[in-house]
């Protein structure tokens, strides 16, 4: 294209009073965010989820301190045996009247060693009771969370709220289109009617530079930036657009979300294990122990 067509294009400011001209007041263009209503149903559905994901999480600390007790990492209070080891030496020496005189005198110090010894008996039964009472509730919760996950109703809704979006898009695509073949239709109707054979009068041929209406286009580009009346720069700038992520929009439709209660955050959902799945459920220790610590042995 030629240089002559770009200093007799119209400057981005003309461009602009024109559109202002046609009545496309700012203040009649309606945004997207306004197609963000009746927003409960989802908000209330990711609010659901935001519990259940607290709930699991919670379920996981406590598995994480259940198994860190069946492991021994965190062992259970060791019982004080210190009398009933005396009364069994004296009960091997064979010497009734020291066995009765001593249970007498240390009774209630015997009592208290057989709740204690009773005590850590019951715990680390418990201790692998709790655990697997903490993996069930923990696959119940992640089921309620599978049925949220996996259900078409969030779905629909964010369909509904996508689909005038993508219909004002369909609807300015097809004026796009139309406008692109009218335009190129008048570039070969008017170039094809003033097409010359130009030779010399010895019958030679005259090489001509036939000058273009509409240049090529770049592999990457959305239209040529080279289009006879228009501004190159703002071409350009509507190449650049076109694959741009509009972040302005972006920040009003995350508020119009967040003004309804739904924020942009991820949410973790777990999904339950077939119960014939012998694996565990995931519960990472936040202070696991080194490889080379011992780990004291818990009684059974």
């Known amino acids: 294209m030629k240089l002559l067509s770009r200093k007799n294009a ?7 009073q024109s559109r202002q001209d046609e009545g496309m007041q700012p203040s009649q263009i309606r945004s997207p965010a306004d197609d963000l209503v009746d927003l409960e149903e989802l908000a209330q559905w990711k609010r659901d989820l935001r519990q259940l994901e607290a709930d699991y999480r919670r379920g996981q600390t406590a598995l994480v301190a259940a198994r860190r007790l069946v492991s021994g990492v965190d062992p259970l209070p060791e019982p004080d045996l210190t009398w009933h080891v005396q009364r069994e030496l004296l009960v091997a020496v064979g010497d009734a009247v020291a066995v009765a005189t001593f ?93 010359m054979h130009q030779r010399y009068t010895d019958g030679s041929k005259i090489e001509t530079d036939d000058f273009d209406l509409i240049g090529r286009k770049e592999k990457d580009d959305w239209l040529s930036v080279d289009i006879e009346g228009l501004d190159f720069r703002e071409l350009i700038d509507l190449n650049r657009t076109y694959g741009r992520y509009d972040n302005d929009l972006s920040t009003v439709l995350h508020q119009r979300l967040e003004q309804a209660g739904i924020d942009s955050s991820w949410v973790s959902v777990f999904h339950p294990t077939d ?17 080379n610590e011992s780990l004291v042995t818990i009684i059974h």
Do not use: C
């Open 10 to 16: 119209k400057p981005a400011a003309a461009v602009a």
């Open 103 to 195: 249970d007498k005198e240390h009774a209630a110090d015997l009592d208290a060693e057989l709740a204690g010894r009773q005590r850590a008996l019951q715990g680390a039964a418990e201790a692998r009771a709790r655990v697997k009472a903490l993996e069930k509730h923990l696959n119940g919760i992640a089921a309620k969370m599978q049925v949220l996950a996996d259900g078409n109703g969030y779905r629909e809704i964010v369909r509904r709220l996508f689909r005038p979006s993508a219909q004002r898009m369909l609807d300015r695509a097809r004026e796009f289109a139309q406008a692109h073949r009218e335009m190129v239709a008048m570039d070969s109707v008017l170039r094809g009617a003033t097409r």
């Open 275 to 291: 119960e014939a799945d012998d694996r565990h459920v995931y519960a990472p220790d936040p202070n696991p122990p080194k490889k």
